[in-house]
């Protein structure tokens, strides 16, 4: 976690994109993949913290089958960083304080969206984000009870760094009865 912490704080300095930005794999029970970036909003020795809809296609599949894997690519400093291992919800208590400091039409947003369900046009949006606006009109929106937080509680986590040559750096650390094993892998 220390070494996440030092190249996650290096994206932030020095990465023009998103470093947040994460692709997040699930599978569902039947064991099909899928893939899909979402924003990393936590990085403790706890685990990886993402935000969603639990109603939606990614959130079915971690019900079903709860493992992720993650990865984040930081382009501009050459490296990668996987991880992956069983997901937990996040409690409540985490899930409002983080909903708290979102921006007002983004909470509306959450309420509105039926994530992932076919819509008819933008305009169907645009109607539940203002039915939304018209329930909750003043003072704070609540967090919607469909919308919360998952933890990935890593079990492998891989860095990456790019050398000269494609002769790269690769270190896969691997928990085994909490403590953390490190082995370096071939490019
Ligand atoms: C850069 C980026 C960040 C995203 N962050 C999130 C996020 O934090 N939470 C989320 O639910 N969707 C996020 N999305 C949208 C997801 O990629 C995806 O379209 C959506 O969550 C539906 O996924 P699902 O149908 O697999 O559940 C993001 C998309 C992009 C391109």
Known sequence: MALFQDWFAAARAGETD?????ALATADATGRPAVRMVLLKAAEVRGFVFYTNLESPKSTDLRANPRAALCLHW????????????VEPVTDEEA??????????????????RQSQPMAGRFELEQAVAAAALRFPFGAVPRPPHWSGWRVVPERMEFWQERAFRHH??????????TW???????
């Open 75 to 86: 382009a501009k400093l050459g490296r990668q960083v996987r991880i992956d291992g069983r």
């Open 18 to 22: 998103d470093p947040t930005a994460m």
């Open 96 to 113: 409002d304080r983080y909903h708290a400091t979102r921006p007002r039409l983004s909470q509306l947003g959450a309420w509105a969206s």
């Open 169 to 178: 750096d690769r270190q896969l650390f691997v928990r085994e009865q909490g």
């Open 181 to 187: 094993r490190v082995q370096w892998l071939f490019p």
